[in-house]
């Protein structure tokens, strides 16, 4: 979300802003989502395969920063900054998997197989940074429509230690991990404002990118990001403003294997299928513009 630069003589609250500062506090949950498809075949007789999952994390509210640089009436510069922080557990009770089958009337043997329970205990981390030139391309007295580009920064980590409570064939074990990507991005920009009176403002803002244009990770995919803001200016320098914003990274990636199956009638099985991935943060605003 950036701070308005309509430029309106009518409006005299926003004549003298060419710096534009809002400091705001952003309550968002996370939402990640993992889901693979596949087809097995051994030559003769193929298999679907599907499976998904997620992990969601309650909100906590964050610091959230913004900065507008009005150089002309149409031209600006734009940066946001948002920092995500969320200690987290997730509990898994334990199962028991049967083999079953792979293919249709070939039954693969072997005794049911115990899952044992498992206990993680992680902090999920986000931050993101971009940096946007716009232009108007609308420019009245109450409406202004802005077109730019710039770069986005993304650090995206997880870190945490797993215990297991073992089986009569397992024995307990304890792991930690960290996985971090971070990498800048060439990225699309576009903001929509609206003035319905002097002192009140609504903006709508959205930026995209695809991560092939940049270093962030390797998988195919994209990330989008959109957010709404209504502002009331006190003073000719000081506003409140309220919000809503929203990004999303969604990555896929194929994959491909092989291996042995116990049955031999059966043989070697080969399997390809897409492994996706989505990561949502979403969630209120709220805090104080400061323009001069």
Same mark, same amino acid.
């Given at each position: 979300?950036?701070?308005?630069?309509?430029?309106?003589?009518?409006?005299?609250?926003?004549?003298?802003?060419? &710096?534009?500062?809002?400091?705001?506090?952003?309550?968002?949950?996370?939402?990640?989502?993992?889901? =693979?498809?596949?087809?097995?075949?051994?030559?003769?007789?193929?298999?679907?395969?599907?499976?998904?999952?997620?992990?969601?994390?309650?909100?906590? @509210?964050?610091?959230?920063?913004?900065?507008?640089?009005?150089?002309? *009436?149409?031209?600006?510069?734009?940066?946001?900054?948002?920092?995500?922080?969320?200690?987290?557990?997730?509990?898994?009770? =334990?199962?028991?998997?049967?083999?079953?089958?792979?293919?249709?009337?070939?039954?693969?043997?072997?005794?049911?197989?115990?899952?044992?329970?498992?206990?993680?205990?992680?902090?999920?981390? &986000?931050?993101?940074?971009?940096?946007?030139?716009?232009?108007?391309?609308?420019?009245?007295?109450?409406?202004? @429509? #802005?077109?730019?580009? #710039?770069?986005?920064?993304?650090?995206?980590?997880?870190?945490?230690?797993?215990?297991?409570?073992?089986? #009569?064939?397992?024995?307990?074990?304890?792991?930690?991990?960290? @996985?971090?990507?971070?990498?800048?991005?060439?990225?699309?920009?576009?903001?929509?404002?609206?003035?319905?009176?002097?002192?009140?403002?609504?903006?709508?803002?959205?930026?995209?990118?695809d991560t092939r244009w940049g270093d962030f990770v390797d998988e195919r995919g994209h990330f989008e990001r959109g957010g709404l803001i209504v502002e009331y200016l006190v003073t000719e320098r000081l506003g409140i403003?309220?919000?809503?914003? @929203?990004?999303?990274?969604?990555?896929?990636?194929?994959?491909?294997?092989? &291996?042995?199956? *116990?049955?031999?009638?059966?043989?070697?099985?080969?399997?390809?299928?897409?492994?996706?991935?989505?990561?949502?943060?979403?969630?209120?605003?709220?805090?104080?513009?400061?323009?001069?």
């Amino acid at each position: 979300m950036s701070c308005l630069a309509v430029t309106a003589q009518a409006q005299d609250f926003s004549d003298d802003a060419r &710096f534009e500062i809002r400091l705001s506090a952003f309550n968002p949950e996370a939402n990640i989502r993992l889901a =693979g498809t596949g087809v097995a075949t051994d030559g003769e007789q193929t298999e679907d395969l599907a499976a998904s999952g997620g992990i969601d994390s309650d909100g906590r @509210w964050r610091p959230r920063g913004e900065f507008a640089f009005n150089m002309t *009436p149409r031209q600006s510069l734009r940066l946001n900054y948002y920092d995500y922080r969320r200690n987290q557990s997730w509990n898994f009770d =334990g199962d028991w998997i049967d083999p079953g089958n792979i293919f249709d009337e070939v039954e693969i043997p072997g005794e049911p197989v115990e899952i044992p329970a498992v206990d993680i205990d992680g902090r999920l981390s &986000f931050e993101l940074a971009s940096l946007n030139y716009e232009f108007a391309v609308v420019d009245t007295p109450r409406f202004q @429509w #802005g077109l730019g580009a #710039g770069v986005t920064h993304a650090v995206l980590e997880a870190r945490g230690t797993g215990t297991s409570t073992g089986t #009569g064939e397992i024995d307990p074990q304890w792991e930690s991990f960290r @996985w971090k990507k971070d990498g800048t991005s060439p990225n699309l920009h576009t903001r929509v404002s609206w003035a319905p009176t002097e002192r009140l403002r609504v903006e709508a803002q959205a930026q995209y990118l695809d991560t092939r244009w940049g270093d962030f990770v390797d998988e195919r995919g994209h990330f989008e990001r959109g957010g709404l803001i209504v502002e009331y200016l006190v003073t000719e320098r000081l506003g409140i403003h309220v919000g809503y914003d @929203w990004f999303r990274l969604k990555l896929s990636d194929d994959y491909r294997g092989s &291996f042995e199956a *116990p049955a031999e009638s059966v043989g070697n099985v080969d399997v390809t299928g897409k492994l996706t991935g989505q990561f949502k943060v979403h969630g209120p605003m709220a805090g104080v513009t400061f323009r001069f």
